[in-house]
């Protein structure tokens, strides 16, 4: 049974830092993509930053420049270091990891129950 585990959220000022980890564990062959998204309350849910095996990026307008994503492949561990946050960055945030269980011949995406981040003002 594959499980993805967030941590690291909390309640941070504007302008503060916070960092996210994801890790996923149980019987895996193979990792490939690692993602976070977000949701705000009465919105949807948004890609925030993504990163391939390799470690190619990308990144949400609203997050470049602020938001870094990096990755440990030999612990199928995803992190989101979030600097300079604002109050809009307030959302309950979800990693996603699309992956190939042991046993399967397929790669399926997986989700973490999410993890929310307050940024006061």
């Known amino acids: 049974q594959v499980q993805l585990v967030e941590s690291g959220g909390g309640l941070v000022q504007a302008g503060g830092s916070l960092r996210l980890s994801c890790a996923a564990s149980g019987s895996i062959f193979r990792t490939n993509t690692m993602t976070w998204y977000r949701q705000a309350p009465g919105k949807q849910r948004e890609l925030v930053a993504h990163i391939t095996k390799p470690g190619s990026t990308n990144y949400a307008d609203s997050v470049k420049g602020r938001f870094t994503i990096s990755r440990d492949n030999a612990k199928n561990t995803v992190f989101l270091q979030m600097n300079s946050l604002k109050p809009e960055d307030t959302a309950v945030y979800y990693c996603?990891?699309?992956?190939?269980?042991?046993?399967?011949?397929?790669?399926?995406?997986?989700w973490g129950q999410g993890t929310q981040v307050t940024v006061s003002s």
């Open positions: 996603n990891a699309n992956l190939q269980p042991r046993g399967s011949f397929i790669m399926s995406d997986y």
